[in-house]
């Protein structure tokens, strides 16, 4: 055996040797982003028809809770693959090392716009940046001060916005979808008040990244498909996820324009819709060539006929990269070249 193993797939059995772990396990495992979740589970099916291995175990699990279980440590106990609908962060790194977890290999699969997503029987919203923030922000300007948010419709934002109640549903904190939707959104929509705007980084933050609590904004889970469940039962309030979600649904939910551009494959592909994010998955390195079929499982997510132009995740509402640089990553997905922050 040592002479048929790698380094590394021989110090991952030493290690579940010596800790008693189960036996080898023969299929993939897969944690992490429900964005990610549709395409990742679209090419475990494939894989698991068209190859000799078994179809990926995917769950959807937060892009933050994912990488948590993924950064745990290394052995069969613990799983192979990431999804993020984020880039790990320096810190996440820096904690999979110190559990052992010490070559991690990145791979861009492409882009996905953030809807806000409304029932087709639902008025229609037009929304600014500086709008969403006031609806949803747990303190907002009030002269020089800052108080508990007090808009109960959207209408008491703007006359020009529909006269109903203020009723978000959205991610909790340890989605990537909540993570980007925060960055690209609530802090470009505090950043129209000189008041915040000037403040440092710190005190900036506690501002624009603070969700209200008291109905209007509701943590839904992971789960996007039940935000839509949601929506269609009442027509009056919005969700927020990822476009694969509306795109998947467009017979019953629409999206809401921001900033005067509405959620469409091409306006996130071309750029002008500015609400829109990368999308990735991490392979622990340690654990291919004991795993069976990580590698393999790899090629198929890269090749052109999965995340290519004409790829069958497009129709699942994948915005693929550039041509240049699908070549690029996945010259450098199949070489599994450790991630460098």
């Given at each position: 055996?040592?002479?048929?193993?790698?380094?590394?797939?021989?110090?991952v059995?030493?290690?579940?040797?010596?800790?008693?772990?189960?036996?080898?396990?023969?299929?993939?495992?897969?944690v992490?982003?429900?964005?990610?979740?549709?395409?990742?589970?679209?090419?475990?099916?494939?894989?698991?028809?068209?190859?000799?291995?078994?179809?990926?175990?995917?769950?959807?699990?937060?892009?933050?809770?994912?990488?948590?279980?993924?950064?745990?440590?290394?052995?069969?106990?613990?799983?192979?693959?990431?999804?993020?609908?984020?880039?790990?962060?320096?810190?996440?790194?820096?904690?999979?090392?110190?559990?052992g977890?010490?070559?991690?290999?990145?791979?861009?699969?492409?882009?996905?716009?953030?809807?806000?997503?409304?029932?087709?029987?639902?008025?229609?919203?037009?929304?600014?940046?500086?709008?969403?923030?006031?609806?949803?922000?747990?303190?907002?300007?009030?002269?020089?001060?800052?108080?508990?948010?007090?808009?109960?419709?959207?209408?008491?934002?703007?006359?020009s916005?529909?006269?109903?109640?203020?009723?978000?549903?959205?991610?909790?904190?340890?989605?990537?979808?909540?993570?980007?939707?925060?960055?690209?959104?609530?802090?470009?929509?505090?950043?129209?008040?000189?008041?915040?705007?000037?403040?440092?980084?710190?005190?900036?933050?506690?501002?624009?990244?603070?969700?209200?609590?008291?109905?209007?904004?509701?943590?839904a889970?992971?789960?996007?498909?039940?935000?839509?469940?949601?929506?269609?039962?009442?027509?009056?309030?919005?969700?927020?996820?990822?476009?694969?979600?509306?795109?998947?649904?467009?017979?019953?939910?629409?999206?809401?324009?921001?900033?005067?551009?509405?959620?469409t494959?091409?306006?996130?592909?071309?750029?002008?819709?500015?609400?829109?994010?990368?999308?990735?998955f991490?392979?622990?390195?340690?654990?291919?060539?004991v795993?069976?079929?990580?590698?393999?499982?790899?090629?198929?997510?890269?090749?052109?006929?999965?995340?290519?132009?004409?790829?069958?995740?497009?129709?699942?509402?994948?915005?693929?990269?550039p041509s240049?640089?699908?070549?690029?990553?996945?010259?450098g997905?199949?070489?599994l070249?450790?991630?460098?922050?």
């Open positions: 055996m040592k002479h048929l193993l790698p380094a590394t797939a021989l110090a059995f030493v290690s579940i040797a010596a800790a008693g772990s189960a036996a080898a396990r023969d299929q993939i495992r897969i992490g982003s429900s964005t990610v979740f549709p395409f990742s589970t679209a090419v475990a099916e494939t894989f698991g028809k068209t190859s000799s291995f078994k179809a990926p175990v995917v769950e959807s699990t937060g892009s933050g809770g994912g990488i948590k279980l993924f950064c745990a440590g290394v052995g069969l106990s613990h799983p192979d693959i990431t999804n993020a609908s984020r880039r790990i962060k320096k810190s996440e790194v820096e904690k999979c090392a110190a559990n977890v010490k070559e991690v290999v990145e791979v861009k699969i492409g882009y996905d716009g953030i809807a806000m997503g409304q029932s087709k029987a639902g008025a229609d919203l037009k929304l600014t940046k500086k709008q969403i923030f006031l609806a949803l922000a747990a303190k907002v300007p009030s002269g020089d001060k800052m108080v508990d948010n007090p808009y109960k419709m959207w209408s008491e934002i703007d006359p916005l529909p006269r109903i109640k203020i009723e978000v549903l959205g991610p909790p904190p340890t989605s990537g979808t909540r993570d980007a939707f925060v960055e690209l959104v609530m802090r470009e929509g505090a950043k129209a008040f000189p008041n915040i705007k000037k403040l440092d980084k710190k005190p900036f933050r506690a501002i624009s990244d603070k969700m209200r609590e008291d109905g209007a904004f509701i943590e889970g992971e789960n996007d498909n039940l935000i839509v469940q949601k929506l269609e039962a009442n027509p009056s309030a919005v969700g927020i996820f990822g476009f694969s979600f509306l795109d998947q649904n467009a017979d019953k939910i629409k999206g809401a324009e921001v900033e005067g551009v509405k959620p494959f091409e306006a996130i592909a071309d750029g002008s819709y500015k609400v829109s994010r990368s999308l990735y991490y392979v622990k390195k340690a654990h291919v060539g795993v069976p079929g990580i590698q393999e499982y790899v090629a198929e997510f890269t090749s052109e006929k999965a995340a290519g132009d004409e790829g069958y995740l497009t129709d699942k509402g994948l915005i693929p990269l240049a640089d699908r070549k690029a990553m996945s010259k997905a199949s070489g070249v450790p991630l460098k922050m």
